[in-house]
Structure formats: structure tokens, C-alpha cells
């Protein structure tokens, strides 16, 4: 039925059930209404809309508000707080910083750490080396450093935190590890030059060239003193290759294998 601009539709069933199924007297048959084709019927050029459709589309936006899910909060502030409470600080002052900006100073931080890390211990193990210790770091089945035995910074981060491999310490122990290892290297190696230091001049001391001399008048005695010297440099130097150097290391590495097992 028109009416103006709208159309008003009546439906069969509702008409049914409020008249209770009364039928017309004139016999008239029902037409069947015209299947809903999603598109606006048009009259005249113009779209037509139906009161009721239009009391529907206007109550969709409400109910598909309240039913869609309450966003669920931002995660950077609890990843912020996680790193503040494992570096021991309040959480509240990464707070104030760009969690972006912190994410990426902490990414920055943490590849110069292992860089400069990994050129210590290769340095530790180069000294090691030259001072002809026997205290070597093997890898083994399990416990090991992938500071010490892997190549790349690259690698060794991801072992470290994205892709833990079996035999490697995990990231925490990894970086505890390598400074205990050179925090005990640098005090070996300054208790290791002062012994061997002290014990190749002992070697060499007036008191310990005098305790190879006969007894004699001090005039002699004088002569002999340096004769002895000299023999005793020689004797000491020819027996190694870089003569009183070799001697020097060696009394280094001694000592520097002794205070190295008291860390």
C-alpha cells in the first residue's frame, strides 16, 4: 500500500495472528510478497525505504557496539615494568620514557655488550697464549659459553635468546660467566707479574750471587761476584730460546696458574 513516499507492508502471518485467522469474505487470494533482493526499491527515480527497515538499520550500530569485544590493553607498559623489575630499578621510571625508544636503546646496549664481551675473552684467551698457560677453556658436552666458542654476534644472540641450543648456558649465566671468567683473568694476571717478577729478581739478587761464591778476601770476592753474574745470566738465558723473556713467562705462568685456581 502507498502512502506519499512510503510503503507500508503488512504481513500475512502477523494479520493472521492478531485478526485470528480471519479469511476475506471476497475471496480474494493472497499475493506472496516479493523476495528481498537487498537493494532499495525505486519509485519514480528515487529510493524508497520502509519505515520499519529503517527503524532496524538504525538499531545495528548499537547492538553491534555492544557486542564487540572490550579492546584489550596495551602490553608495552607490562614489558616495560618486566625490564625495570629484572634490572632492579622501579618500574615507574621506564615509565616516562617512549617504549619504543627504550625497547631500542636496550637492543643497542645489549649487541655492544656481547661485541665487546666476546674481543675481552678472545683477548683473555690470547694472553693465555702467549704466557704459555696450561689453563686452556675447552668445550664440552654441556656449560658452554656461546661467548667463547661462537663466532658471530649475530649467532650468539640467538642462542642466547631466541633459539637455545643443547650444550650452551642460557643468556643470564653466558654473561655471568664471561665476566667472573675476566674479572678473575685481571687479577691472576697482575698477582702472576708481581711473582714472577719477584722471583726472577731473586734469581738475580746480590745475596743469591754471593751464595755461589767460595769463601775469599772481599777484593776477590768482588771479582768473583761479577764473574758469577754473568756466568748465571748466561746459564739462564741460553737455556731458553728468548733467553730472560722465556724465564719471565714462565715464572708467569706459574703463577698465574696458581692464582687462577683460587677464583
Same mark, same amino acid.
Given at each position: 500500500?502507498?502512502?506519499? %513516499?512510503?510503503?507500508?507492508?503488512?504481513?500475512?502471518?502477523?494479520? %493472521?495472528?492478531?485478526?485470528?485467522?480471519? @479469511?476475506?469474505? @471476497?475471496?480474494?487470494?493472497?499475493?506472496?510478497?516479493?523476495?528481498?533482493?537487498?537493494?532499495?526499491?525505486?519509485?519514480?527515480?528515487?529510493?524508497?525505504?520502509?519505515?520499519?527497515?529503517?527503524?532496524? +538499520?538504525?538499531?545495528?550500530? +548499537?547492538?553491534?557496539? #555492544?557486542?564487540?569485544?572490550?579492546?584489550?590493553?596495551? $602490553?608495552? /607498559?607490562?614489558?616495560? %615494568?618486566?625490564?625495570?623489575?629484572?634490572?632492579?630499578?622501579?618500574?615507574?621510571?621506564? @615509565?616516562?620514557?617512549?617504549?619504543?625508544?627504550?625497547?631500542?636503546?636496550?637492543?643497542?646496549?645489549?649487541?655492544?655488550?656481547?661485541?665487546?664481551?666476546?674481543?675481552?675473552?678472545?683477548? %683473555?684467551?690470547?694472553?693465555?697464549?702467549?704466557?704459555?698457560?696450561? @689453563?686452556?677453556?675447552?668445550? !664440552?658436552?654441556?656449560?658452554?659459553?656461546?661467548?667463547?666458542?661462537?663466532?658471530? $654476534?649475530? /649467532?650468539?644472540?640467538?642462542?642466547?635468546?631466541?633459539?637455545?641450543?643443547?650444550?650452551?648456558?642460557?643468556?643470564?649465566?653466558?654473561?655471568? /660467566? +664471561?665476566?667472573?671468567?675476566?674479572?678473575?683473568?685481571?687479577?691472576?694476571?697482575?698477582? +702472576?707479574?708481581?711473582?714472577?717478577? #719477584?722471583?726472577?729478581?731473586?734469581?738475580?739478587?746480590?745475596?743469591?750471587?754471593?751464595?755461589?761464591?767460595?769463601?775469599? !778476601?772481599?777484593?776477590?770476592?768482588? #771479582?768473583?761476584?761479577?764473574?758469577?753474574?754473568?756466568?748465571?745470566?748466561?746459564?739462564?738465558?741460553?737455556?731458553?730460546?728468548?733467553?730472560?723473556?722465556?724465564?719471565?713467562?714462565?715464572?708467569? #705462568?706459574?703463577?698465574?696458574?696458581?692464582? /687462577?685456581?683460587?677464583?
Amino acid at each position: 500500500m502507498l502512502i506519499g %513516499r512510503y510503503v507500508i507492508v503488512v504481513s500475512i502471518d502477523e494479520e %493472521r495472528a492478531t485478526a485470528g485467522h480471519l @479469511q476475506a469474505s @471476497q475471496n480474494s487470494t493472497p499475493r506472496e510478497m516479493p523476495v528481498a533482493t537487498g537493494r532499495p526499491l525505486e519509485f519514480g527515480g528515487g529510493a524508497l525505504f520502509e519505515p520499519a527497515q529503517q527503524r532496524s +538499520a538504525q538499531r545495528v550500530p +548499537a547492538s553491534a557496539s #555492544s557486542a564487540s569485544p572490550t579492546p584489550l590493553p596495551s $602490553t608495552r /607498559d607490562e614489558v616495560l %615494568r618486566e625490564i625495570a623489575i629484572g634490572a632492579g630499578i622501579s618500574p615507574e621510571l621506564l @615509565q616516562l620514557r617512549d617504549p619504543h625508544e627504550v625497547a631500542a636503546e636496550i637492543g643497542a646496549v645489549l649487541r655492544a655488550v656481547v661485541e665487546e664481551l666476546t674481543l675481552l675473552l678472545k683477548a %683473555r684467551a690470547a694472553a693465555k697464549t702467549l704466557a704459555k698457560s696450561t @689453563q686452556r677453556t675447552m668445550i !664440552s658436552a654441556a656449560d658452554n659459553n656461546p661467548l667463547k666458542f661462537v663466532p658471530g $654476534t649475530d /649467532d650468539i644472540l640467538e642462542i642466547m635468546f631466541a633459539r637455545r641450543r643443547a650444550g650452551y648456558l642460557d643468556a643470564r649465566r653466558s654473561i655471568e /660467566d +664471561a665476566f667472573r671468567d675476566l674479572k678473575t683473568h685481571e687479577f691472576a694476571t697482575y698477582a +702472576a707479574m708481581q711473582a714472577a717478577l #719477584s722471583r726472577l729478581l731473586d734469581d738475580l739478587s746480590p745475596e743469591a750471587i754471593s751464595r755461589k761464591l767460595p769463601p775469599t !778476601s772481599f777484593t776477590s770476592k768482588k #771479582s768473583q761476584a761479577w764473574d758469577a753474574y754473568v756466568a748465571t745470566w748466561r746459564t739462564m738465558e741460553e737455556a731458553h730460546e728468548n733467553g730472560m723473556l722465556d724465564i719471565f713467562l714462565a715464572y708467569f #705462568s706459574e703463577a698465574y696458574a696458581k692464582a /687462577d685456581k683460587q677464583k
